[in-house]
């Protein structure tokens, strides 16, 4: 028994060494950023790093769920993290985000109204917008003859078999249903079905219901449209001349990044500190002119300090028009299992 | 006189066909491998389409070799590299040493809970990947916290929960491999050593160890492979800044996958074959 007792004392002993070992760096302060890769300017974490004289800790997740399985059980020790929207809300009512202390970021002003209090966080309570961007269709100009504007062109018979939907079935249906005339958060079994029955129609067009890598195909040449997210076509137009992005008049579906504190940040007031750096317009503009996506920066846009190529393209700043029919993807609750049934009969209707 | 001369039309068509059918094995092996090669020269940003010579994905992995960042296509790799290498190099270690002691328990001795050690054995090999890396990640959230409550240190995920992770399931793949090698073993020589003399201790040194030594290196190599491609128990053990090689590339999936990892996979590539080179000159001299 005493040898049990030594023995456990030993294990507790050198596991506290190790684990209390891994966690110091020096004396200087680390700030911890959990985001995606290439998704903010190199410059800006240099000038915060310095300004401050602290280091950035920069690590990477590939989508928000992700994000989500890691910060649930216990944050590991993330001082800014980079939810999308719905993710805010569903975070929010985990009660795993840290109230943002509004008075120590008084760079919020310099944000545009119009990506404020959004359903998913009423009153920015935990989180502020980053960056936006939209869902709409990457096209070849070269297999089109011309500019595209409508969701009507994904159906288009010129195009069998050349045709890419994302295979996420909230938002392939909130495209359909917004080509119908619908809200793409509906709950009437009876919209969802008459989408489902119109991709199904339509279900030799179809080549393929594909992960976000819609932009790779098209750029290969495999498919000439596709749903995809507006950054992603905007990059690879840079290496392929031929290829577009169009947001179809019918309204389209919007996201936001958002920066948010989780619980347990063992670094509140630097990442405070931090976001309020972010907020200041040529941040902001940095980090746009880098990524291609939207800014929420109204500071920044005003200033000019966003690239005047990407101000001007209406795939990354739509004009007033379309803005009023961008819409945020919501959470529809039970519905959600209506949506995933007639998604899975797309599939068992569209399979080729 | 036909039938001969049939028969031995088909047996030399059937020689050269051997040929060929080896020769698409080989292809349908290495041919991915060497487009992988091919594109890391690739001037595109994306992995998709061929846009010309270049060899900045190699030089950008070196320019970038202190940062921590990973927010230009390529800087991060190698500090993830790093990592990785840490992890499946302590891991593999502890693994192979608590594998191998737990294959010599099993098959020399009789110890009560023997039958029930030996089906615990094979549960990481059948269970999912993700219930491991699930009941870990909530162990060690529940451990910490009551380390917390007791002592006032905060401990956190990090690069040694990791290396946990991984020496949990590699432990039982150590011991699979070294039990069968064990199994093979003539129990007798053993016998004859301890009839001359030599104790137990002198015995496994001498005589058991350099026996089963093959099959503890093949266990160590499958241990440091399985370590270095590891996601789903990576990504639940893992903490802030212990990224591995396999959790950056895959958080690089929303917006590119840049060639900077066909060009970091071909020099892992030309550093195994160097490793798998210089073994067999080694065992030839």
Same mark, same amino acid.
């Given at each position: 028994m005493k040898r049990l007792l030594t023995f456990l004392l030993l294990f507790v002993m050198s596991a506290t060494v190790v684990f209390g070992c891994s966690r110091t760096g020096g004396n200087q302060q680390v700030l911890s950023i959990y985001n995606y890769a290439t998704y903010i300017a190199p410059e800006a974490i240099a000038q915060f790093e310095k300004e401050n004289n602290v280091k950035i800790q920069y690590d990477t997740f590939e989508n928000s769920d992700a994000l989500y399985a890691k910060i649930q059980q216990g944050n590991p020790g993330y001082d800014v993290i980079f939810p999308a929207d719905y993710m805010v809300r569903i975070m929010a009512a985990d009660n795993i985000l840290e109230p943002l202390d509004i008075a120590k970021i008084p760079n919020k002003t310099n944000l545009d109204p119009r990506w404020m209090n959004q359903t998913f966080d009423p009153e920015n309570k935990y989180s502020l917008p980053y960056q936006w961007g939209t869902m709409g269709i990457g096209y070849n100009i070269k297999a089109t003859k011309g500019d595209i504007n409508s969701w009507g062109?994904?159906? &288009?018979?010129?195009?069998?078999?050349?045709?890419?939907?994302? &295979?996420?079935?909230?938002?392939?249906?909130?495209?359909?249903?917004?080509? =119908?005339?619908? &809200?793409?958060?509906?709950?009437?079994?009876? %919209?969802? @079905?008459?989408?489902?029955? =119109?991709? /199904?129609? @339509?279900?030799? /067009?179809?080549?393929?219901?594909?992960? &976000?890598?819609?932009?790779?195909?098209?750029?290969?040449? %495999?498919? @000439?449209?596709?749903? %995809?997210w507006s950054g992603d076509i905007s990059q690879v137009m840079k290496e392929n001349p031929n290829l577009r992005y169009a947001i179809p008049k019918e309204g389209t579906i919007v996201f936001s990044d958002n920066m948010a504190i989780p619980k347990g940040a063992p670094h509140k007031e630097l990442a405070e500190k931090f976001i309020n750096f972010i907020l200041k317009p040529e941040v902001g503009a940095t980090i746009s002119n880098f990524t291609h996506y939207g800014s929420p920066n109204k500071a920044a846009i005003d200033k000019g300090l966003i690239d005047p190529k990407d101000l001007k393209n209406p795939q990354i700043y739509p004009p007033t028009e379309i803005f009023a029919k961008m819409k945020f993807l919501q959470d529809v609750g039970k519905a959600t299992a209506l949506y995933d049934r007639a998604a899975t009969e797309v599939k068992a209707g569209a399979g080729k | 006189m036909t039938k001969i001369k049939l028969d031995l039309f088909v047996r030399a068509i059937g020689k050269q066909w051997l040929w060929v059918q080896a020769a698409l094995a080989f292809a349908f092996l290495y041919l991915p491998i060497l487009i992988l090669i091919i594109y890391s020269f690739n001037a595109s940003k994306f992995n998709a389409v061929w846009r010309g010579f270049t060899l900045d994905w190699y030089g950008s992995l070196f320019s970038n070799a202190g940062a921590t960042i990973a927010t230009s296509s390529s800087a991060g790799i190698l500090p993830a590299l790093n990592n990785s290498l840490l992890i499946a190099a302590i891991s593999t270690a502890l693994a192979t040493i608590f594998g191998t002691m737990l294959a010599l328990a099993l098959e020399r001795f009789h110890f009560p809970g023997r039958k029930a050690?030996?089906?615990?054995?094979?549960?990481?090999?059948?269970?999912?990947?993700?219930?491991?890396?699930?009941?870990?990640?909530?162990?060690?959230?529940?451990?910490?916290?009551?380390?917390?409550?007791? !002592?006032?240190?905060?401990?956190?995920?990090?690069?040694? !929960?990791?290396?946990?992770?991984?020496?949990?399931?590699?432990?039982?793949?150590?011991?699979?491999?070294?039990?069968?090698?064990?199994?093979?073993?003539?129990?007798?020589?053993?016998?004859?050593?301890?009839?001359?003399?030599?104790?137990?201790?002198?015995?496994?040194?001498?005589?058991?160890?350099?026996?089963?030594?093959?099959?503890?290196?093949?266990?160590?190599?499958?241990?440091?492979?399985? *370590?270095?491609?590891?996601?789903?128990?990576?990504?639940?053990?893992?903490?802030?800044? *212990?990224?591995?090689?396999?959790?950056?590339?895959?958080?690089?999936?929303?917006?590119?996958?840049?060639?900077?990892?066909?060009?970091?996979?071909?020099?892992?590539?030309?550093?195994?074959?160097?490793?798998?080179?210089? *073994?067999?000159?080694?065992?030839?001299?």
């Open positions: 062109a994904m159906f &288009d018979p010129k195009y069998t078999g050349k045709i890419a939907w994302q &295979d996420d079935a909230r938002y392939t249906f909130a495209a359909v249903l917004m080509y =119908l005339g619908f &809200d793409p958060n509906t709950t009437n079994p009876a %919209e969802i @079905n008459k989408a489902r029955d =119109l991709l /199904i129609k @339509n279900k030799n /067009i179809i080549a393929a219901f594909v992960p &976000d890598t819609g932009q790779t195909l098209l750029d290969q040449g %495999e498919v @000439n449209l596709t749903m %995809e | 050690v030996e089906a615990l054995l094979f549960l990481p090999v059948i269970m999912p990947e993700i219930t491991i890396g699930i009941s870990l990640l909530v162990f060690f959230t529940l451990a910490f916290r009551i380390v917390e409550n007791l !002592t006032g240190i905060r401990l956190n995920l990090g690069l040694p !929960t990791v290396i946990i992770g991984h020496v949990v399931f590699n432990i039982s793949f150590v011991t699979i491999t070294v039990r069968a090698r064990l199994a093979e073993l003539d129990p007798q020589l053993e016998q004859a050593a301890f009839d001359l003399g030599a104790n137990e201790w002198r015995t496994f040194l001498r005589i058991t160890l350099p026996l089963i030594l093959p099959a503890i290196f093949s266990a160590a190599l499958l241990a440091f492979t399985l *370590s270095l491609d590891d996601f789903v128990v990576t990504f639940f053990t893992t903490g802030v800044g *212990s990224m591995t090689l396999p959790l950056l590339v895959y958080g690089m999936i929303k917006f590119a996958v840049t060639p900077a990892i066909n060009a970091i996979s071909t020099l892992m590539l030309l550093a195994s074959l160097l490793l798998v080179v210089s *073994s067999l000159k080694v065992q030839k001299s």
